[in-house]
T-cell receptor, first 117, second 109 residues
């Protein structure tokens, strides 16, 4: 159980276009999902926390108008990178938090590698 | 402030044992997680500790001392496939994970 999927797994887009990444919890409901970005050889950087039915909470320095997050249901959150630029090229990973046996556990999707040309 | 410290890189020999240490400072504490991340892949969950002591799971064990703000991940009978980054993360009072930078473990034959 606790499987998180992400789509697409990789995408190449032209500068100035927008890209949407989907994150789904396949066998559980996730009231909270997280979006991370990871540059090569660096640690995970939390971009935003997404709660179902409410606005996402963005970390300092993350542009909310550029990285649009929608958490429309308990199993789906989307991240849209608007007007992408080459510096947005990165590995984007979502994760979903689930309460299991009184403990919060966090499971990750496989990640989406975005390349902006 | 909140902070997680772990070594940047460690090298060990196939078949040996290695211990990866992690110290943490968080606003509140709701557990300590270890994740494994292979290059180009997302992290996968290894272990969770919220009480002091050692949790053993096959070749991997994780230890926690809350009073010292300290944890370690112990890997036994190292295999080449264990070459990866190991991420330590502490969950704060808001149930948010605070991440360490990761320890790159290199296994040599």
């Amino acid at each position: 159980g606790a499987v998180v999927s992400q789509h697409p797994s990789w995408v190449i887009c032209k500068s100035g276009t927008s890209v949407k990444i989907e994150c789904r919890s396949l066998d559980f409901q996730a009231t909270t999902m997280f979006w991370y970005r990871q540059f090569p050889k660096q640690s995970l950087m939390l971009m935003a926390t997404s709660n179902e039915g409410s606005k996402a909470t963005y970390e300092q320095g993350v542009e909310k108008d550029k990285f649009l997050i929608n958490h429309a249901s308990l199993t789906l959150s989307t991240l849209t990178v608007t007007s992408a630029h080459p510096e947005d090229s990165s590995f984007y990973i979502c994760s979903a938090r689930v309460l299991a046996g009184g403990v919060y556990e966090q499971y990750f999707g496989p990640g989406t590698r975005l390349t902006v040309t | 402030g909140q902070n997680i410290d772990q070594p940047t890189e460690m090298t060990a020999t196939e078949g040996a044992i290695v211990q990866i240490n992690c110290t943490y400072q968080t606003s509140g504490f709701n557990g300590l997680f270890w994740y494994q991340q292979h290059a180009g892949e997302a992290p996968t969950f290894l272990s969770y500790n919220v009480l002091d002591g050692l949790e053993e799971k096959g070749r991997f064990s994780s230890f926690l001392s809350r009073s010292k703000g300290y944890s370690y991940l112990l890997l036994k009978e190292l295999q080449m496939k264990d070459s990866a980054s190991y991420l330590c993360a502490a969950m704060d009072s808001n149930y948010q994970l605070i991440w360490g930078a990761g320890t790159k473990l290199i296994i040599k034959p």
